[in-house]
């Protein structure tokens, strides 16, 4: 039991590194597809970043990094963050920024000061 014990804490960070490596490349890909943002051929089209948000796996919304990179180019981006980022300030802000908008999906404690 022992043995078998140690056999599994010595794979879980093997396991935990493997999803790491996938969650970044995952990041990569997404960043990629915001930065591009493509919209019945048209490129850069912003239109279409918070369609990519919406579209992206769940720990790529409550990234930050993920989501300025998002709200930069369309604030409405916002709109599709995991709570955490819509309590963001940093975040908020920058979507507010390039669209006043969006301060309706900040989180309330934001959108009242």
């Not at 919209?39 to 989501?67: H, Q, S």
Request: aromatic residues 6%.
């Amino acid at each position: 039991d022992k043995k078998q014990e140690q056999q599994q804490q010595q794979q879980q960070p093997d396991m935990d590194e493997d999803l790491q490596m996938q969650q970044q490349l995952e990041k990569e890909f997404w960043m990629h597809k915001i930065e591009t943002a493509r919209w019945m051929g048209v490129t850069n089209c912003i239109d279409a970043v918070p369609v990519i948000v919406r579209e992206a796996p769940d720990f790529l919304k409550a990234d930050e990094d993920f989501m300025l990179n998002a709200v930069r180019r369309n604030g409405n981006a916002l709109q599709f963050a995991d709570a955490r980022i819509k309590s963001n300030a940093v975040v908020v802000g920058t979507a507010i920024t390039v669209n006043g908008e969006a301060l309706k999906y900040a989180h309330e404690s934001l959108r009242s000061t």
